[in-house]
């Protein structure tokens, strides 16, 4: 049965880490820790992914880019969303609309959720309006809670391109 839509979910957790830049959503975030990875891994992105390619059951990021393949080391993730996208696209859909969560303690992410939309809104060509980014704490309960790393949630619509504009 072909569906007009299609919805999918996405989840990616990585732990903190000396040495590394701290990149969620595609923006650089001031902190003294960046996330462990075999890319940047961009915790944000990556649950995107996974949404993004579970809502047409095209597997998960891993196996598109696998970590045992050394192009896709230190890789930003923007570009793996967007060639996620770009396959999206030609099985004949577009993103109708984005809803994710980050749980992390610190840093705070609220001051840059703006900047994260519009960045995934570019990656994607997709209007801001149609991505929602929110942000929680665990309350201090958990490797999320003790500031040991970041989990991401993400579910996406995929519709259907029209075809006849």
């Known amino acids: ?29 001031p902190f003294d820790k960046g996330l462990d990875g075999h890319s940047d891994a961009d915790v944000l ?32 993730s923007a570009l793996l969303l967007k060639n996620v996208n770009e396959l999206i696209n030609t099985k004949g859909y577009e993103i109708g609309n984005l809803d994710c ?8 992410i609220s001051p840059y959720v703006d900047q994260i939309r519009k960045r995934i809104s570019k990656i994607l060509n997709a209007g801001i309006e149609q991505i929602s980014i929110k942000a929680t704490t665990t309350e201090k309960l958990g490797f999320v809670g003790r500031t040991e790393g970041v989990v991401s949630f993400a579910t996406v619509l995929l519709m259907e391109k029209d075809l006849n504009v």
């Open 1 to 29: 049965m072909k569906l007009n839509f299609r919805t999918g979910f996405g989840f990616d957790v990585h732990a903190f880490v000396e040495g590394r830049k701290l990149i969620i959503g595609g923006v650089e975030i």
């Open 45 to 76: 992105l990556h649950a995107i992914c996974d949404a993004m390619l579970g809502a047409l059951a095209l597997g998960d990021i891993g196996l598109h880019f696998p970590n045992t393949e050394e192009r896709w080391k230190d890789a930003d």
């Open 101 to 108: 969560v980050l749980a992390m303690e610190k840093p705070k």
